[in-house]
Nanobody, 123 residues
Framework: QVQLVESGGGLVQAGGSLRLSCAAS????????RAWFRQAPGKEREFVAA????????NYADSVKGRFTISRDNAKNTVYLQMNSLKPEDTAVYYC????????????????WGQGTQVTVSS
């Protein structure tokens, strides 16, 4: 059974940092693009960042550029999201996704999704 499991969420003060992880199991995702999305209460899920299968290509939402960094370790079948200079508006449930191209993984219909991890940033 294919699973994506996020971890690393929690409560942090504004200006702080968190590192999210998304571990995959059930198959290897080394050839898949990976992405992070988030959904705040009462809002639609939005794209945060994506990374190509090799890690050589990354994309970010304008709202997180310069503060968040996506990376991956294919040997561990894991993708990370380093979040620095966190703001209260970053509060959301963060989801990871996987699909076989950057264009697909950055869209709303990625093939694989995790269950999410809560990030809360206090002011």
């Amino acid at each position: 059974q294919v699973q994506l499991v996020e971890s690393g969420g929690g409560l942090v003060q504004a200006g702080g940092s968190l590192r999210l992880s998304c571990a995959a199991s059930g198959r290897t995702f080394s050839s898949y693009a990976r992405a992070w999305f988030r959904q705040a209460p009462g809002k639609e899920r939005e794209f945060v960042a994506a990374i190509s299968w090799s890690g050589s290509n990354t994309n970010y939402a304008d709202s997180v550029k310069g503060r968040f960094t996506i990376s991956r370790d294919n040997a561990k079948n894991t993708v990370y999201l380093q979040m620095n200079s966190l703001k209260p508006e970053d509060t959301a449930v963060y989801y990871c996704a996987a699909d076989n191209s950057m264009s697909r993984v950055a869209g709303p219909n990625s093939r694989y999704w995790g269950q999410g991890t809560q990030v809360t940033v206090s002011s």
